[in-house]
């Protein structure tokens, strides 16, 4: 029971206790080990130089090896310093799995730096208790088990923090054992009184009371884990086409119309491809071809050219002042606004002639192109960040400051790998030193420990290998993965697809291959992303590629949002019914919490998310169990074992679960049978009625 | 190629090259992250609060994960520095796991603690190289290539350390390159000139050259963890049962005529039972009965009697002056004698009366018995470290002190999980500060936490659960465990038997199962051990227990090796020749450079022990494998596939093995048919010809 109400409250916890000081009990001898060794400590990132990570409201599992040596008992406290300085003191339950694992959920709500630390203690009620109920029944040493109990209720009465209704019942408690005309059975009672211990468990006695190191939690704002992104370019919302072939570009003023749009969908976050002004040097055009025609608009990613670089706007979508208005206007249908950050100039970049020690300049006199060799990128100069490093540096931090000042909170960062991590590592501090509630998504598709490597140094976000997950057996590995092993350090984005991927699963699986992966997106991890054109089944890739024909980066697009959505041809519609959920659920907007649960075919994938009552804002748990059949070619049946243990229900009680997809109800228990048809609703999203 | 010869060098190595300094590329940011990311090191300790651990000799991976942005290549050092300032440089090699791993093998040869660092930097010629080699091949710039590659060979003639014969040979290709009489053929010579790649691998040309942190490697003297060691009751050797019935202890006089039996089978360490006069209060007689008969001597683990505590010896084992001889004795058999320190008293131990604050003192005056409630040990008092940590921690010292100063330096310290772990750390880095040959093995059979942990405060050594790990699968993991995973601090010691310990394996396997526990033991770990009887098959377990029935440690027991010996009813050659191979192939003195290989069959077990020649003392690979039929029922006949390349064999070639039980050899590839009978030779011990 917290001493703090639960709106003053700085933390939730599933077992906060009335905050006491410390004594560590010490000897002259300095070892590392503590008296009651304490190690590995949870949350924590790979190495340990890096501070793990959380956001407002996230339920972390705070974990600690302890021990002592012999048999007496021990127990283990987490100290949590939010960094207002409001302290809280919470107690670790074992594990009992043989480990020596100690846990406790609580979820912080103040963002910034916290502390935590451990503290262990030789927990002296528990010891006797343990052996006083072995003993006295087996009538060995009772007089003395009796008095033993009879002293340290004493010592409980006369701790200083110890409320008088306590005090009065130890009093009691011991004058009963101490009582000769109380016998056995009275004393057990006394032993085994479940007042008296929930006394201890709030307030245990300790001794040789160790404190851990201190550690540090970084604890950031809830959209850094949590949020539904959409994609788009801003040049094809009202783009025109005219009979003539000719185009005009959409602008910011005609794509702020679409922001209604998105927003009834249900998303939090629009996120735009770079919007400005765009090189004419080495132009790319349509799908890629290295010769632009009259009138291709070109990669947002060759950026620059004559009109400006990175502080400036492509001409065709409008003003500073256009800009300002459509963040405005985000702002008020409640969408965060997402700028890339794509580090690095076309040919006619203004920096290329201003500051050419920025880019490698090779002996020829010429600059690299970037390149993967023997092919080069002609249209893109990679900048070079060891010749300049402080005015390179400088001028990074000049750009996203300047778009923080128009109003940007958010950065998708383009292949953030192909630049120093130490870079990132100072950028993002830097920025987040100004305003800590600025994001920073990394879009670093490589290897593992490059993409862990940027999470830890600072980025809120990454993109994952989530669109390259599509059967049963990667979807449960990678899920496992990224709720638990990374949920430390990285938050993953689970884009569904992206201006550069389409994968084969969304070529070949037809639509119930986009509700499959919608639905897992939305559900299985806090955060997730859709681009434009997902919600009209797009489908068809540019041949031999693994991403869309007449890729959008390199045209414009013309969709009619509604009327496909009247004709039924769009999957807006159920895009919007899972945002709803995600907005009803709060486990769904959890990173960690998630379990894989197991079914009997190979195709349908089971896993729960749990939030505790405890440490939800309502006060109630809530629970929900997806179904999916990750085949989107069948109608699939077969039976699904939960470990209802996950959600706080023994193994064997039945409950309600409803669909809250198509509404319907059922009871279920351990083992169900499910029936999922691709071709109508080939996922189950159930909530789980009455857990805790 | 190392510039000291081998006979000076600190360290043997895979990879060591030429000594250079490194000039830490700078920017004035600090991040923690560096220029090149460097994490993740190899050796380590879970939660990197202790030096990770090796002993002399020993071949210890050295790893980290390390990369860069973009495509350019890295190259990766190990910079050593011995106890004594000897420095080392040594090149890793990439993994190519996709996980960013670099490794190399080193062996260092100095004991003390050693410090060690990883240097990333940019290889500037292997990028140069592989991006000439594709270019220049598909005619993309050409000239500036070659250019490029003549700058990088200026650059590296000019570089001091370069040596002069390099220098021309540099210059020569930089004409080459810049020739333009020279074509494509002959410029793509250069770029694919192993010469040149070889002066590059010894000396890269390096830029952005980052120092990783500097970390501590713990080397102790080799028998910390190699050797093969024999324990026996010293009363027992020598004992004389008259007519009567009574018996007459066995002295250090009669016992050292044992010595030159166990040196002759090849062992390295006698351990001796604690040799300390025995309490007589509440004293346990045969098969631990409560009450000793008259004759019983009762059990040496309750030590301390009016004759005196843990620095006197029983009077019936004879004087001061008599164990000094004893250990003299040992020392020109070649062995080392190892004592045991087991810190608790008998009521009648002199500690009892002159420090009760070392005890449990309760509250109706008594001192606390051992006892797991509601069972009491009364012929045990164990010590309470909190009471008076200065005064017990300093006796400690004081006792253990003493026995170095009678010439012992190994201790196997009986249930160190009961005392406190901060008491170890303290411990044994003071002794060890004064004499670092002193090795503690900790008999601790309990949760992994605490084994784990008494390892990584410093434990040379510690007893495992090799004894219950019997079955293939269980042996598959242990194995794999214990020369991987824990390797950097945790050296166990596979002993097959102890006088508390006869699994039912034993009991019930035959004389098979001896062979075959003595042979794993012998084999799989680099230290392991015996108890005495154990050679003449001593099987009979007290019923219900997993220990000997008439446990020694209750009484003496009357062996005749001899004769065991000429009637075949021994174990004892088979010791000897396993312990010859054992001296024979240093393979099987190291802890790490275990394989487990795959068979058909699910009770033949197959490992490979390698020692790369770089690594060798001898300058030969040296390398084993073993091939185990574990069911001691049955004979079993099946195909053993191994991966030859974790003793540097490509697939598919074949090799010639001598099976070093019988001397059979054979000419073995991938496949091979094996036949293992459990009653004549139940393991193949195969030395493998021609590694590298």
């Known amino acids: 029971m917290a001493t703090k109400t639960r709106t003053e409250a700085s933390v939730r916890s599933t077992a906060e206790i009335p905050l006491r000081p410390a004594t560590p009990w010490q000897t002259d001898q300095v070892t590392t080990a503590g008296r009651i060794p304490l190690t590995l400590t949870q949350p924590s990132t790979p190495g340990r130089l890096f501070p793990p990570k959380a956001f407002v409201g996230e339920a972390v599992p705070f974990g600690v090896t302890a021990f002592r040596e012999g048999h007496d008992l021990i127990g283990v406290h987490l ?277 050419p020690e920025w880019f490698t300049v090779l002996p020829d006199g010429t600059i690299a192109y970037a390149e993967n060799p023997p092919k080069k990128y002609q249209d893109i100069y990679p900048l070079n960040f060891d010749t300049d490093p402080e005015g390179i540096y400088a001028e990074m931090l000049r750009i996203v400051r300047y778009w923080i000042a128009q109003g940007v909170k958010i950065f998708r960062v383009d292949n953030p790998h192909t630049k120093p991590l130490q870079f990132w590592e100072w950028l993002i501090a830097t920025v987040n030193a100004e305003d800590p509630d600025v994001i920073f998504l990394a879009e670093a598709f490589t290897r593992p420990a490059v993409m862990q490597s940027l999470a830890m140094v600072g980025f809120q976000q990454s993109y994952s290998y989530f669109t390259w997950r599509n059967t049963k057996e990667e979807l449960e590995e990678f899920l496992s993965s990224i709720s638990n092993e990374t949920s430390d350090f990285m938050r993953p984005n689970l884009f569904v697809n992206t201006h550069d991927i389409l994968t084969q699963y969304l070529q070949y699986g037809g639509r119930p291959a986009y509700k499959i992966r919608a639905a897992i997106a939305a559900t299985a991890g806090a955060t997730y992303g859709v681009y434009a054109g997902y919600e009209l089944y797009e489908n068809v890739a540019r041949p031999g590629s693994e991403e869309n024909i007449d890729n959008e980066k390199y045209e414009f697009k013309f969709r009619d949002w509604e009327k496909a959505e009247a004709d039924g041809d769009s999957l807006a519609p159920y895009l919007r019914r899972l945002n709803e959920i995600r907005r009803a659920h709060p486990a769904l907007r959890q990173l960690r919490g998630l ?41 699939r049946q077969t039976m699904v074992h939960l470990d209802p243990r996950a959600f706080g229900i023994e193994p064997g009680e039945s409950f309600e679960v409803e669909d809250l997809i198509t509404g319907a109800t059922w009871t279920w228990s351990t083992s169900n049978f499910v029936r999922l048809d691709s071709f109508t609703e080939p996922v189950h999203i159930l909530h789980v009625k009455g857990t805790r």
Chains 1, 2 share one sequence.
């Open 79 to 355: 100290r949590l310093f939010s960094p207002s300085g409001a302290e809280s003191l919470h107690r670790l339950t074992a594990l009992g799995d043989g480990f020596d694992r100690w846990s406790v959920l609580v979820a912080p709500l103040e963002q910034g730096t916290w502390t935590f630390r451990f503290e262990g203690f030789a927990d002296d009620f528990a010891t006797w208790e343990h052996a006083a109920d072995l003993k006295i029944a087996a009538g060995v040493d009772v007089p003395l088990m009796r008095e033993m109990g009879a002293l340290l209720f004493d010592r409980a009465r006369d701790e200083r923090s110890r409320p008088n209704a306590e005090r009065s019942a130890l009093e009691a408690a011991a004058a009963t054992l101490r009582d000769p005309e109380v016998g056995v059975e009275g004393a057990l009672a006394v032993v085994r009184d479940p007042e008296i211990a929930a006394f201890f468990a709030e307030r245990p006695l300790q001794s040789l009371v160790t404190i851990g190191a201190a550690k540090e939690l970084l604890v950031e704002r809830e959209r850094a884990g949590v949020g539904a992104w959409y994609e788009f370019f801003p040049r094809s919302e009202g783009a025109r086409r005219f009979k003539n072939g000719t185009v005009k570009s959409g602008t910011f003023r005609t794509a702020k119309k679409r922001l209604p749009g998105v927003a009834g969908m249900g998303f939090d976050v629009v996120y735009l491809p770079p919007i400005h002004p765009i090189g004419r040097v080495n132009r790319k055009g349509r799908n890629n071809t290295l010769e632009a025609l009259p009138g291709d608009p070109g990669s947002p990613y060759a950026i620059g050219a004559a009109e400006g670089g990175h502080d400036a706007i492509h001409p065709e979508l409008g003003t500073v002042a256009d800009f300002r208005s459509f963040v405005r206007a985000a702002e008020k249908e409640g969408l965060e606004v997402a700028l890339d950050l794509a580090l690095q100039a076309a040919p006619d970049h203004p920096w290329v002639t201003e500051h």
């Open 595 to 635: 379990s894989v649960h197991w079914s009997d075919d190979d195709a349908i994938l089971v896993y729960s998310k749990h939030l505790p009552a405890a440490v939800s804002e309502s006060g109630v748990a809530d629970t929900i169990v997806v179904v999916a059949n990750v085949d989107p070619h069948s109608a």
